[in-house]
């Protein structure tokens, strides 16, 4: 995509959005409702047309052609398979309306229901198909005709979450086998870091940031990023001083604590971002340069870990994931407690051209 740029009237659904998909990628569009993820897939599919910029699919321009005539495999989050054709005959289809001859549209019909592990269930209607085995026909059907892009319209979003999860895996599984370039949308964060090779997260219809699920994770270029991507406490405050790479901020509540200082382009206050693992408690916290003293004022239980709420100022709370492990003590609402994070484990959001913290 090539400064793609979409208005309804007076709105502007995505804006100067330039995006490279590497050849055989699994990419997902990953924001919140609103931010221009279904937009730009809808532009790449040839339902949404471009008040301009440019589209190219292997270094050919398609913005300007119908949808049938991109040659791009879609599934959608309702599946949209024809209730009254079977499973075969719903993965034939758009072979058939190619033109593809009977022989060749058996065998490839045959090929791909046994790369979804469904090659004895093409007599059955969908109706007579779980869920699971619904979105794999739905899978096969896209991917039938050997199409140069796939995309994925939340394909799992109306599953329960253990069927999610093993379809999850499935997805990686068969485009990995496959080796088709894949885009994804979603706004389920732990599905788009689970399933991608690339996560691109938008916001108010721009890409904020594109990378690997772990980069954006550990090291989110802008607020909007860290808040939205995982979990995360936030602490705003002012700058203070700024040594090298680090910055120290003291918080809305008077908490003085320090980060890694980041400059990124955004309206708005200082702001400190540290990770909910990241959170020391008790004998761990030692002598880490950020440490307090709090009190649990919440304890969520969520089997392999258990989140405490701490007050550590009046205005200051901090969440604490800890792993579960057996004979770790447990701690209670009302419990005292030393907690603290490293200066390398936060981050200090300042907006570009920020003055006021002296620089040592």
Known sequence: MRRATKHYGGITAIKDVTLDVKPGEF???LGPSGSGKTTTMMAVAGFTELS???????ETRVDQLPPNRRNIGVVFQHLALFPHMSAADNVAFPLRMRGVPN??????????????ELPTFGDR????????QQQRVAFARAVVFDPPVLLLDEPL????????????AELKRLQRQLGITTIMVTHDQEEALTISDRVAVMNNGEIEQIGAPEDLYENPATPFVADF?????????????????????LTSGAVECMGQVRHVRHAG????VVRPERVLVASEVGDVANRFDGVVEDVTYAGGSIKY?????AADTLVARIRNVRHRPRLRVGDAIRVGWKPEDAIVFMPENSGGAHQN
Do not use: H, Y
């Open 27 to 29: 990419l997902t569009l």
């Open 52 to 58: 301009s910029g440019e589209i190219i699919i292997d």
């Open 103 to 116: 022989e060749q549209v058996r065998t490839r019909v045959r090929r791909v229901l046994e790369l979804v």
């Open 125 to 132: 209607l969908p109706a007579q198909l779980s869920g699971g």
């Open 157 to 168: 979003g109306a599953m329960d979450r253990k069927l999610r999860e093993s379809m999850q």
């Open 229 to 249: 991507v995982g979990d995360s406490n936030r602490f705003v405050g002012t700058a203070r001083t700024v040594a090298g790479e680090l910055c120290t901020i």
């Open 269 to 272: 206050t200082t702001a400190m």
């Open 309 to 313: 709420v701490i007050r550590i100022s």
